[in-house]
């Protein structure tokens, strides 16, 4: 656990400020190149804007656990924003880097 947090925590704090932020270069900077892919500047907008207005700024995250699927690395967290919190689950690959990112 703690050596997935080593890299899942910085990175996930990274991602959720970048996406607070509208920062798409914050965002992405640790994402995979499927993942940089499959993100176009408008869904990223698009997607900001939405997570921004129902949920506010990001705030801050919490580790609640780690599992191994399909050769990925899933780490949910609960993450504080400024109108509520929310689950977070990062998916990383064997790389360490951002394969995916769901709101639950």
Known sequence: ESEVRAYADPTTET???GLSESNL???IQNGNAEFKAALTPELFETT???INSQLGAYQSKEFLRAEEQSGFILVHYKAQFEKGEVG???VF???H???GQ???
């Open 15 to 17: 991602t959720l400020q």
């Open 25 to 27: 270069e914050k965002y």
């Open 48 to 50: 900001a804007t939405q």
């Open 88 to 90: 977070i689950r990062m």
């Open 93 to 95: 690959d064997k790389d």
């Open 97 to 99: 880097l951002v394969a």
């Open 102 to 104: 769901w709101f639950e």
